[in-house]
Nanobody
C-alpha cells in the first residue's frame, strides 16, 4: 500500500510559478510510475503529468511546455514545477502512483492517490 502526501501549492498570480512536492511511503517507490492529476471546481479529474521509473515523462496537452515533472528516487519524492500559470490551472492537485505505467499515463486511472492540495491562480 502506497501513501502519498503532497505539499506546496497555494495562491499565485497569473504568470507566476509554483512547485508541488509529493512524499511517497509504504511501497517500492522506484518501481512505480508517479504522476499528478488535478480537478478544477465543477470539472472532471484531469491528467497533468507522469514520470516512469526510467525517467520518461508524459504531459497533458494543457500543460505541455509550462509544467515539469521530476522524481528523486533516493528520497521517494516526486515534484511538479508549474510555470506561466493561468487562471484555468486553478484546481486541487493530486499526487498519483501506479505500478503499471499504462494505467497512469494512458488510462489516467492510477491506483494510488494523495489527499490533494489546492492551487489557486488569480487573474
Amino acid at each position: 500500500q502506497v501513501q502519498l502526501l503532497e505539499s506546496g501549492g497555494g495562491l499565485v498570480q497569473t504568470g507566476g510559478s509554483v512547485s508541488l512536492s509529493c512524499a511517497a511511503s509504504g511501497g517500492e517507490f522506484v518501481r512505480h510510475t508517479m504522476g499528478w492529476s488535478r480537478q478544477a471546481p465543477g470539472k472532471d479529474r484531469e491528467f497533468v503529468a507522469g514520470i516512469s521509473w526510467t525517467g520518461r515523462t508524459h504531459y497533458g496537452d494543457s500543460v505541455k511546455g509550462r509544467f515539469t515533472i521530476s522524481r528523486d528516487d533516493a528520497k521517494n519524492m516526486v515534484f511538479l514545477q508549474m510555470n506561466n500559470l493561468k487562471p484555468e490551472d486553478t484546481a486541487v492537485y493530486y499526487c498519483t502512483a501506479d505500478g503499471n505505467l499504462k494505467r497512469l499515463v494512458e488510462l489516467h486511472s492510477p491506483t494510488y492517490w494523495g489527499q490533494g492540495i489546492p492551487v489557486t491562480v488569480s487573474s
